[in-house]
């Protein structure tokens, strides 16, 4: 598999006290085959120890010394005007999925404005429309699913289903609620909240019949 990771700008990006901590890095990250920073990501990306193959923005939000490192390592650059008609994580996104990759994970892009991390949020619905597609915003696990995901979490934990595009009709299993070929009109909230069973290891399963959903997990303990 051929997986490809974006890292995105944001408040925490380059917060001097952050650490690592403050973003969950799951599984096959550091073995991506193709890894591309948006922007102030290139500090998020310094700060976990990650080196990407290609940076993309307008370089308006990045750090000096992130600017510096990347130089030092000989990362491309691709400087983008600020008048644009994307934002720098859309872009990042579109340079990762031209590079023909079977998996998208997305890392940061929760601090700032509320308006970007909406953003945020739909450039990677459409990116997840395209290629399977899971988002780590800080210490939020979001997946987008159109067909079935499943993971295991510890009980208790927080599974929330929103339906992203228009409605959805959506399974569940392994929580406190199930639910079967359930209809999610636009805009509801019947799928927040719900609580992983985790009885002798099962996995929370979503199944997707209809639409595309959000599959939003606050990580507690780090990443399953």
Same mark, same amino acid.
């Given at each position: 598999?051929?997986?490809? !990771? +974006?890292? *995105?700008? $944001? %408040? =925490?990006?380059? &917060?001097?006290? &952050? ?8 599984? $096959? ?28 923005? @307008?370089? @308006?939000? +990045? ?7 990347? =130089? ?19 872009? *990042? ?17 929760? $601090?700032?404005? /509320? ?7 739909? %450039? ?10 899971? %988002? ?32 959805? !009709? !959506? ?12 209809? /999610? ?14 009885? &002798? ?9 209809? $639409?595309? +959903?959000?599959? +939003? ?6 990443? &399953?």
């Amino acid at each position: 598999m051929r997986i490809g !990771v +974006v890292l *995105a700008g $944001g %408040a =925490a990006s380059q &917060s001097p006290g &952050s650490h690592s901590s403050d973003q969950w890095v799951p599984g $096959g990250v550091h073995s991506a085959a193709v890894v591309v920073a948006a922007d102030s990501g290139l500090d998020l990306a310094r700060r976990l120890g990650i080196r990407p193959t290609l940076v993309v923005g @307008d370089f @308006d939000s +990045v750090t000096r010394d992130a600017l510096m490192w990347a =130089a030092e390592e000989g990362i491309e650059m691709v400087p983008f005007p600020t008048d644009k008609d994307e934002t720098d994580l859309d872009l *990042a996104i579109g340079a990762a999925l031209a590079e023909g990759i079977d998996r998208l994970i997305v890392l940061g892009g929760a $601090g700032g404005r /509320l308006d970007h991390l909406l953003g945020n949020i739909g %450039a990677i619905v459409r990116a997840g429309q395209q290629v399977p597609t899971e %988002a780590w915003l800080g210490t939020e696990r979001i997946a987008v699913v159109t067909d079935e995901w499943s993971a295991a979490f510890a009980t208790g934990t927080t599974v929330s289903v929103l339906p992203a595009v228009g409605d959805a !009709v !959506v399974s569940e299993r392994g929580v406190r609620w199930p639910l079967d070929q359930h209809l /999610l009109p636009h805009g509801s909230t019947r799928g927040i909240s719900n609580e992983a069973i985790g009885k &002798s290891g099962d996995p929370v399963v979503v199944t997707v019949h209809e $639409g595309c +959903v959000l599959v +939003v997990v606050p990580i507690q303990e780090g990443p &399953s």
